[in-house]
DNA sequence: CCGAGATATGACAGGGATGTGACAATTTTC
DNA sequence: GAAAATTGTCACATCCCTGTCATATCTCGG
């Protein structure tokens, strides 16, 4: 694993030359780079950095890309991240090889960069799970809705289901002002007949937790209209 | 999502023989076969079966692959399994396409059986572990799907098969949360009549078992969603 | 400064969701 | 074929969440 915003690649490669383009192509892409000229480098890197996708070169001198591909995989963090080897050979005996070491894809020289960018891109997809929802963000404040939790800083929030459903309203339009029949109508449900005042309740208990992390009431209450993020 | 043990692969093809060549090879491989032989049928396939790999032709009457590829991507089912594009052309441009929609990988024809096999098997690997036996570690918690062990810290764990299929899919994707009929399906399998409240009951024995070696509960119960592990 | 309307908050009871032990049916093991 | 293990269901206990009310506090126009 890496820091959280910018994908770190880690290219393993003993051709300065080719290091140097990739290191720039990348960079470009708006990806954070490391290198490794070899492949036991690689491996030692690997486990200090935790990249999220090494670029493999299928030739290195001492330990070949093969080998190296297995060793990174037999540490916690190489298990972790994706493996694209980088090959000049065609034959299709290699490529098996090296899918069945453990590589995630495998690319084949020469190659266009968009191409390379493209692979890069596509094996950080699958491996992010939390790409599936996007996490909402406010200040310090973080709902990520697919493990339904909530975070201040970095403090663990725990809130109940119309509490959470209540703050990711807010969160998806921060700023927006909702009445109290908005909200009724978008956490509660629509057809629902309950008293308006239970909202000032339930934003009530928001607030409590939410400040009970630290930091300021991000809620805003708008008189005479309803209530509003930041 | 799919039955517990064999992964299940969707072929899309419109040329019978391509689809009955494919079969025959997978299926020899040890994976279980599902059809359909254009974007529309394919579509309606995923949502119904949930497979963990889609082969994807990019030529197919109806709904083109890419379209194809981009609506599997929008359903919940599809979001979840491994895409691999499978086209005649090699121009680089509808490679960089294919992946940059949504697809996790790029076959071209002509194509070796094993090198195809190789790559299903290669995105099986990241999309569900378990299947080809990687040992999966959260914690101190370790889970070796060929040896059927689980350890926390040093002590062996007994479960039962039930329980150890419920732990492998709470660690093959830890902090996801799984709504007891996502679970169902997932541990129990598809088209199965089962009290969902019997899923409580199960997760309440994997505690018991897991915490009795020590350490505190790994499972969050999330109310009105599920579980969690995480 | 006052008063009326609007909002904040603590308390509380009811209900729904979850945890858990017991048990019978079924499968597995020896 | 018998003993042991596994499993699905139920009943009951428990805990947490939630809507409402009563009261306190606040805001704003006079």
């Known amino acids: 694993m890496s820091d959280a915003d910018t ?3 880690l290219i393993v490669d003993d051709e300065p030359a080719q290091v140097a383009l990739l ?3 990348l960079k470009a892409a708006g990806f954070r780079i490391a290198t490794a000229k070899d492949g036991e480098e690689a491996v030692l890197a690997v486990a200090e950095l935790g990249p999220d996708v090494i670029l493999l070169d299928w030739m290195l001198p001492r330990l070949s890309g093969l080998e190296a591909c297995r060793q990174i995989r037999a540490t916690p963090e190489g298990r972790e991240a994706s493996i694209i080897m980088v090959s000049a050979r065609s034959e299709e005996g290699d490529r098996v090889r090296g899918l069945d070491t453990g590589a995630d894809d495998y690319i084949i020289k ?6 390379l960018i493209a692979r890069v891109r596509a094996n950080l997809r699958r491996l992010r799970p939390t790409s599936t929802g996007q996490a909402l963000q406010y200040n310090d404040i973080r709902l990520e809705p697919d ?3 909530v975070m201040r800083g970095s403090e663990n929030l725990h809130l109940g289901p119309t509490e959470f459903r209540l703050l990711a309203a807010f969160m998806e339009r921060p700023g927006k002002v ?4 908005a909200l009724l109508d978008r956490v509660w449900g629509r057809d629902i007949y309950i008293d308006t005042r239970t909202v000032d309740v339930h934003v009530g208990r928001l607030r409590k937790t939410l400040c009970a992390a630290g930091g300021d009431d991000p809620i805003r209450t708008v008189r005479g209209a309803g209530y509003a993020m930041g």
Chains 1, 2 share one sequence.
């Open 147 to 149: 493990s339904y939790r």
């Open 110 to 115: 020469p190659y266009s960069v968009a191409e």
């Open 7 to 9: 994908p770190l690649v």
């Open 23 to 25: 290191s720039y192509n």
């Open 178 to 181: 909702w009445t109290r029949e």
